[in-house]
């Protein structure tokens, strides 16, 4: 299967991943590990109503006999959680704690639905508030959420915890806060597979919601240690351990020009479209969606000026999508 090709691949042993290419928003990849005549585990779920159906229908088959027991959520973005309620609801729902914590305080899929719809009416509108409103109806694309709270976990763990799936033990790590309160990936060693979430964005610019920064490069340093011969990022192809240092090249460079930015006086926007128009942006300028680098500088703003990491609230998603809808009305 080619990686512009979306739906279930088999990256190893009974070990699949579910493919959203490119990467955009709500495109997120999800994974099965089949423990074949006993029981199975899935790696996060999809807010959309129709592809969280469709990733069932998918792998009917695949798990004809051997049940989900176990499934996990990476982190508390809706794109990998609010598809909960499409799993048996014998299974068990695993996140980190700090994870299940986020999930808790998050807008929920109705409120993201108002807002969006409320973006779509008002995009058109000059000035940043139809900026915003156009932003936030492209971050929902044609996705159709969930009418009421999904299934929350029911179980969580700190820092590690191994699950074991029919013999098969699949170790879980807490390597968050980074791009959210409470990111961990799945580690499945007998196959050598990492299932990542969202601290791997592959082809496609990452978003840093939370923080600090500094928690990021370190998780993908672990990543890097662990020398997997499969790595599924939340968003984009699977990759190696080449693309894993490209994303950490990256966030080094976003660090040290943006403080560099920061220290100089400009402003996050300023700073993000500085970024984007420098040399040094040629080697990511494939990437999906450059407007996410001014989404990140208005997080790191924050810790520059002596914040604490927080996740984002509504209306600081509000501002920071009101900023990168104005920049792609005007490039």
């Known amino acids: 299967m080619a990686d512009t090709e979306v739906g279930y691949r088999q990256i190893a042993d009974d070990t699949w991943a579910f493919m959203r290419p490119p990467g955009s928003w709500g495109q997120t990849n999800t994974g099965l590990i089949v423990g074949p005549g006993s029981a199975s585990m899935l790696i996060d779920t999809v807010w959309d109503v129709n592809w969280a159906e469709r990733v069932v229908a998918d792998t009917a088959e695949l798990v004809a006999d051997a049940p989900i027991t176990e499934v996990l959520n990476t982190h508390s973005d809706g794109d990998h959680w609010w598809g909960n309620d499409t799993v048996p609801a014998t299974a068990r729902i695993t996140t980190s704690a700090a994870s299940l914590h986020a999930m808790r305080e998050e807008t929920p899929p109705k409120g993201v639905h108002a807002f969006a719809s409320l973006g779509a009416k008002i995009g058109w509108l000059p000035g940043p508030v139809g900026a915003m409103g156009s932003y936030m109806n492209r971050v929902r694309g044609d996705a159709t959420f969930p009418g009421a709270l999904p299934r929350l976990p029911d179980h969580t763990f700190e820092t590690t915890w191994t699950i074991d799936v029919a013999g098969r033990s699949v170790h879980l790590r807490y390597l968050g806060p980074a791009h959210t309160e409470g990111d961990l990936i799945a580690h499945v060693p007998d196959v050598g597979v990492v299932f ?103 997080t790191l703003y924050r810790l520059w000026r002596g914040e604490p990491p927080a996740p984002p609230t509504l209306t600081r998603r509000a501002l920071a999508f009101a900023d990168a809808g104005r920049y792609l009305r005007e490039h």
């Open 196 to 298: 990542a979430g969202d601290l791997l964005f592959i082809d496609a610019t990452p978003v840093l919601w939370h923080g600090p920064l500094q928690n990021w490069i370190d998780a993908l340093d672990h990543l890097l240690e662990l020398d997997a011969a499969v790595y599924v990022p939340g968003h984009g192809p699977l990759c190696g351990t080449a693309e894993i240092r490209a994303l950490r090249n990256y966030w080094t460079w976003v660090s040290e020009a943006g403080r560099s930015c920061f220290d100089a006086g400009l402003a996050p926007t300023e700073a993000a479209q500085n970024l984007l128009k420098s040399s040094e942006f040629g080697q990511y300028a494939h990437w999906d969606s450059h407007e996410r680098l001014i989404l990140s500088m208005s």
